[in-house]
């Protein structure tokens, strides 16, 4: 028979090591049971986005703003940091200058990052979490320079719709979100989406309505606007907007 060997000191002690940055991970023995919630360390955060490092701005590709990410399950936001960190490491003033251009960008950034979470304490602070980055990457950017109200206003719209309290696993077709496409002068055209559509009516019912198109905005919207804005903009609401706007010496 055999004999087991005693683990070693230096064995007892890297296993103390993982027991403690384990326990780094979890808020409470309450949230892990009700919510299953454990976070990805740095580290590992790291490692899982280098494998897809083709999805950020490069030397070779520097204005690669637009790839899209979805978080399902997105705790407090620790994957969503170091995604937007990323696609801001090319946004500077050096690039895009002061004013619109710039703040248009780091919109676009930010507009391509959607993520669910089933505890809204989560949601709430991973929505704090990305406007921390952003307002960091501001103050190291422009120095002596600030951003418009009509920029802080944006970051706040697209972070509400982009970043939703929702069940993915059971509730996929009630999660809503809002896809920007980015246009020129400052522009984004939204168009509103479920996480999962309906499936398709397998038999032709005669009696039955049709699918309604998904809705959007017929005419691009500046991201200043954004707040004013919150339903789709018509091209029909759009001039009577800018005849009201004009008579109040206010640009649309």
Not at 127 to 150: C, F, M, P, T, Y
Not at 197 to 211: G, K, T, Y
Request: a negative charge.
């Amino acid at each position: 028979m055999g004999t087991t060997a005693r683990p070693s000191a230096a064995l007892s002690h890297d296993h103390t090591d993982v027991i403690a940055a384990l326990r780094t991970q979890i808020k409470t023995r309450d949230r892990v049971r009700d919510l299953a919630e454990v976070y990805t360390h740095e580290r590992e955060v790291n490692a899982m986005l280098d494998l897809v490092a083709n999805m950020f701005p490069s030397a070779r590709d520097p204005g690669n703003h637009d790839r899209k990410f979805l978080e399902p399950a997105c705790g407090s936001g620790n994957f969503l940091e170091e995604i937007l960190r990323r696609k801001l490491s090319t946004v500077t003033v050096r690039r895009y200058g002061h004013g619109e251009r710039y703040e248009h960008r780091i919109l676009r950034c930010l507009a391509s990052i959607y993520a669910v979470d089933i505890d809204q304490e989560n949601v709430t602070e991973t929505r704090d979490r990305l406007r921390w980055v952003i307002a960091s990457h501001v103050d190291n950017d422009l120095v002596s320079w600030s951003v418009s109200e009509g920029f802080a206003s944006a970051v706040n719209v697209v972070l509400a719709t982009n970043i939703v309290q929702g069940d993915t696993l059971s509730h996929a077709r009630t999660i809503q979100f809002v896809e920007y496409r980015p246009g020129r002068g400052g522009t984004f055209t939204r168009t509103w989406s479920f996480l999962e559509e309906p499936p398709a009516v397998e038999q032709l019912d005669l009696f039955s309505e049709p699918a309604a198109p998904p809705k959007g905005d017929d005419v691009p919207i500046h991201y200043g606007l954004l707040a004013k804005n919150p339903e789709p903009v018509t091209a029909k609401s759009r001039r009577a907007g800018a005849r009201n706007d004009a008579s109040k010496g206010e640009p649309v």
